[in-house]
């Protein structure tokens, strides 16, 4: 009887990847949306001014907390990591007034883009929302900083697993089946290092269990990663970077005496032909 072998050294998968610096257009999001770029790096797509100011706010905020996910850092809003749709939602809810004070009475940037990618799509016949259920909706977005040093501040990992496993209350389950785009807003940057690394691999579910992270993602080993090629992206405040969460990224270790490195975090995706989800 024939058995499946799990493969013992990761398949490459080829990156395409955009870099250039001004504003970021909805024609490119699209484009990594739809698999035909898989990680774009747009540089000063916001002003420091602002990305100063929502630094300024996130410190600040009354709804900052300890991460408790195995990642040290701080947080303000929701994750939908490794949490019902129930307990989700509600924490989405209950946050919505600390993430809205993040941006104070700035133009909030991603909202911003989010609002015209929903006119682009629009016009495509494709509706975009945030993802939602009879508990609540998501944010726009979720504020992350980190604290960690080391090798990695945040260790290989991939964000289709969290999201394929994710339960069948969960609407955005159905975009695991197609792209998880991982859209990141970099208000502050560290001195040195928190470098957004990504991997040449987009790994299947029996990649997953031969690395025990079928259900999660994360992390990968470093043994497992070890022949993958990988893109190193150096970031500074005021840039914008969205990839495909399929491939194994992470970011690397930054210097502890540098400034906090803080992100502005968003997931979207098709759930269907005419419904791109959005959500954190």
């Known amino acids: 009887m024939a058995t499946n072998q799990?493969?013992?050294?990761?398949?490459?998968?080829?990156?395409?990847?955009?870099?250039?610096?001004?504003?970021?257009?909805?024609?490119?999001?699209?484009?990594?949306?739809?698999?035909?770029?898989?990680?774009?790096?747009?540089?000063?797509?916001?002003?420091?001014?602002?990305?100063?100011?929502?630094?300024?706010?996130?410190?600040?905020?009354?709804?900052?907390?300890?991460?408790?996910?195995?990642?040290?850092?701080?947080?303000?809003?929701?994750?939908?990591?490794?949490?019902?749709?129930?307990?989700?939602?509600?924490?989405?809810?209950?946050?919505?007034?600390?993430?809205?004070?993040?941006?104070?009475?700035?133009?909030?940037p991603v909202r911003a883009l989010f609002d015209a990618l929903k006119r682009e799509l629009h016009k495509q016949g494709v509706e975009l929302r945030l993802a939602s259920s009879e508990h609540g909706k998501a944010n726009v977005c979720r504020g992350l900083s980190w604290s960690g040093?080391?090798?990695?501040?945040?260790?290989?990992?991939?964000?289709?697993?969290?999201?394929?496993?994710?339960?069948n209350d969960y609407e955005l389950s159905a975009v695991a089946h197609n792209i998880v785009a991982a859209l990141n807003f970099y208000p502050s940057m560290s001195d040195e290092g928190g470098n957004l690394r990504l991997w040449s691999h987009k790994p299947t579910v029996a990649d997953r269990k031969s690395q025990g992270v079928?259900?999660?993602?994360?992390?990968?080993?470093?043994?497992?990663?070890e022949p993958v090629p990988c893109r190193e992206f150096q970031l500074k405040a005021g840039d914008i970077a969205l990839i495909d969460g399929g491939f194994v990224h992470?970011?690397?270790?930054?210097?502890?005496?540098?400034?906090?490195?803080l992100v502005l975090n968003s997931f979207l995706g098709f759930a269907r032909p005419d419904l791109v989800l959005w959500w954190t």
């Open 6 to 108: 799990v493969p013992q050294t990761p398949a490459i998968s080829p990156l395409t990847i955009k870099a250039r610096t001004g504003s970021i257009s909805t024609a490119e999001i699209i484009s990594v949306l739809k698999g035909e770029t898989t990680a774009l790096h747009i540089s000063q797509a916001f002003s420091t001014e602002v990305a100063q100011e929502i630094t300024t706010n996130f410190v600040g905020s009354s709804g900052l907390k300890e991460r408790k996910d195995g990642v040290p850092g701080q947080f303000v809003g929701a994750s939908h990591y490794r949490k019902d749709a129930a307990t989700y939602f509600k924490e989405a809810e209950n946050a919505r007034p600390q993430v809205d004070a993040l941006f104070g009475n700035l133009v909030d």
């Open 149 to 167: 040093s080391g090798t990695f501040s945040l260790d290989p990992h991939d964000d289709v697993a969290q999201v394929l496993r994710a339960g």
């Open 214 to 225: 079928e259900t999660t993602g994360y992390p990968y080993s470093a043994a497992y990663l």
């Open 250 to 261: 992470g970011v690397t270790g930054q210097a502890g005496n540098g400034k906090r490195r």
